[in-house]
T-cell receptor, first 113, second 113 residues
Framework: DVKVTQSSRYLVKRTGEKVFLECVQDMDHENMFWYRQDPGLGLRLIYFSYDVKMKEKGDIPEGYSVSREKKERFSLILESASTNQTSMYLC????????????FGQGTRLTVV | DAKTTQPNSMESNEEEPVHLPCNHSTISGTDYIHWYRQLPSQGPEYVIHGLTSNVNNRMASLAIAEDRKSSTLILHRATLRDAAVYYCILRDSGYSSASKIIFGSGTRLSIRP
């Protein structure tokens, strides 16, 4: 069974903390994505990566960075967490190409207090 | 990126067919139409995709207008488990390895028992 695994289902962090959200896929996919989902705003793309050490900004990259040192792992980093980054974060992976099916993790609900 | 427009919400009765519309009037000739759905408390999951011809799979059917400016996802016999948010997405053909997946606001489908 294919899997995209996010390290935490729920996370509570303090304002100003550095936060790491980890995502691992076991399908040898080249492309990986990070989204955040907020009520009324849908899923918005933060960053994506199409190869190890390769990344591109999505629609809302401000306040975030990413790391892809190994093909199977894509990390989202909040350098200094703020309350407006409280959200549901979703990771996805695919093989390259516009026909590819994307597989999503279960999501991490992050609360910044 | 070409945009899609979907109704915010729809309601249907259990065991009846459901037709979920999507408008994509600015679609380019090589954009594929994908549908995903997101069940409560889960990440999105792939449903179906197509280019020009109508498509069927075990989950649903996809009917694509002749001018490709709209499409309809058809659930032939809705069950309570089909209650979800359904997203219509266009996958661009740009640089295939970096094909982004951009979600719209989707349609929240409710099923009446």
């Amino acid at each position: 069974d294919v899997k995209v695994t996010q390290s935490s289902r729920y996370l509570v962090k303090r304002t100003g903390e550095k936060v790491f959200l980890e995502c691992v896929q076991d399908m040898d996919h080249e492309n990986m994505f990070w989204y955040r989902q907020d009520p009324g705003l849908g899923l918005r793309l933060i960053y994506f990566s199409y190869d190890v050490k390769m990344k591109e900004k999505g629609d809302i990259p401000e306040g975030y960075s990413v790391s892809r040192e190994k093909k199977e792992r894509f990390s989202l980093i909040l350098e200094s967490a703020s309350t407006n980054q409280t959200s549901m974060y979703l990771c996805a992976s695919t093989v390259p190409g516009q026909l590819a099916e994307a597989f999503f993790g279960q999501g991490t609900r992050l609360t910044v207090v | 990126d070409a945009k899609t427009t979907q109704p915010n919400s729809m309601e249907s009765n259990e065991e009846e067919p459901v037709h979920l519309p999507c408008n994509h009037s600015t679609i380019s000739g090589t954009d594929y139409i994908h549908w995903y759905r997101q069940l409560p408390s889960q990440g999105p999951e792939y449903v179906i995709h197509g280019l020009t011809s109508n498509v069927n799979n075990r989950m649903a059917s996809l009917a694509i207008a002749e001018d490709r400016k709209s499409s309809t996802l058809i659930l032939h016999r809705a069950t309570l488990r089909d209650a979800a948010v359904y997203y219509c997405i266009l996958r661009d053909s740009g640089y295939s390895s970096a094909s982004k997946i951009i979600f719209g606001s989707g349609t929240r489908l409710s099923i009446r028992p």
